[in-house]
């Protein structure tokens, strides 16, 4: 069974940084997509960024594109996101996603396509 597990959410300041992880176990899956994804208040879940386990390629949401880094720590089953100068806009929930298999290029933050989810962590950005 995919289990995933987020934590590092809290309260951050306008311009300050986060760093969010995501404990992975039970993938049996040789190829897959770790993706980040935030749902902000009373709006649809939105898709920030992807890594595929088979090259390392990253992909990134315009309105996080210079601000957010994902990673990953393999050792450890870690998948991180790391928030840097975030304002407002970032407030919600944020969530991580397995896809197994590989990533869908043309849309490859597209929320239907990860099959796997953890419960959230809640990211507030406020003075």
């Known amino acids: 069974e995919v289990k995933l597990v987020e934590s590092g959410g809290g309260l951050v300041q306008p311009g300050g940084s986060v760093r969010l992880s995501c404990a992975i176990s039970?993938?049996?899956?040789?190829?897959?997509?770790i993706g980040w994804f935030r749902q902000p208040p009373g709006q649809p879940r939105e898709g920030i960024s992807c890594?595929?386990?088979?090259?390392?390629?990253?992909y990134y949401g315009d309105s996080v594109k210079g601000r957010f880094t994902i990673s990953t720590d393999n050792a450890k089953n870690l998948a991180y996101l790391q928030m840097d100068n975030v304002n407002a806009e970032d407030t919600g929930v944020y969530f991580c996603?397995?896809?197994?298999?590989?990533?869908?290029?043309?849309?490859?933050?597209?929320?239907?396509?990860?099959?796997?989810w953890g419960q959230g962590t809640q990211v507030t950005v406020s003075s």
């Open positions: 996603a397995v896809r197994p298999g590989a990533v869908i290029r043309a849309t490859p933050l597209l929320p239907l396509w990860y099959e796997y």
């Open positions: 039970g993938i049996t899956f040789d190829d897959f997509v």
């Open positions: 890594i595929s386990s088979s090259d390392g390629s990253t």
